[in-house]
């Protein structure tokens, strides 16, 4: 199969949630990407994965990162959601965040956060899967924000 839009497209149909993956790169300097492609692993450990493409301007500091923050977004955090999908991954000036006692940037009223440490990568065609053993996890009441067809949605009643 050598038709990427079409393999693209089809993963389009596929609404997934959209997160923020923030970690601090070799220079203590907070980083944060875009990402909806996050999923539970395991319940013993509490292991979870995402993946991150080889393209990333941030892609060393995730590699390398022993502790990173997943961040489900909520409905009304479209605008960071955004803010962290341009190639600057290094973009924490305007955004407000805490760092967790391993040094992770927490991005406050998020749907989840899942704070891990780096269990496994896995070098994976054009992208590196990253796996996360959860050590600190936090939710939130709302809705969350959705990515179905190339646009940003939200759930209705």
Known sequence: MNDTRAFRECFGRFATGVTVVTCVDAQQRP???????FSSVSL??????WSIGKESNSLQAYLNAQYFAI???ASHQHALSAHFAQ???TLFDSVEYTMSGNGVPL????LATFECRTHQTYDCGDHHIIVGEVLNLA???GDPLLFYRGEYRELRE
């Open 87 to 89: 190639s600057d991954h």
């Open 44 to 49: 013993a450990p509490p292991l979870v994965l």
């Open 107 to 110: 991005l406050p009223n998020s």
């Open 31 to 37: 980083c944060g990407i875009t990402a909806n492609s």
């Open 139 to 141: 939710s939130d009441a």
């Open 71 to 73: 961040n489900v977004l």
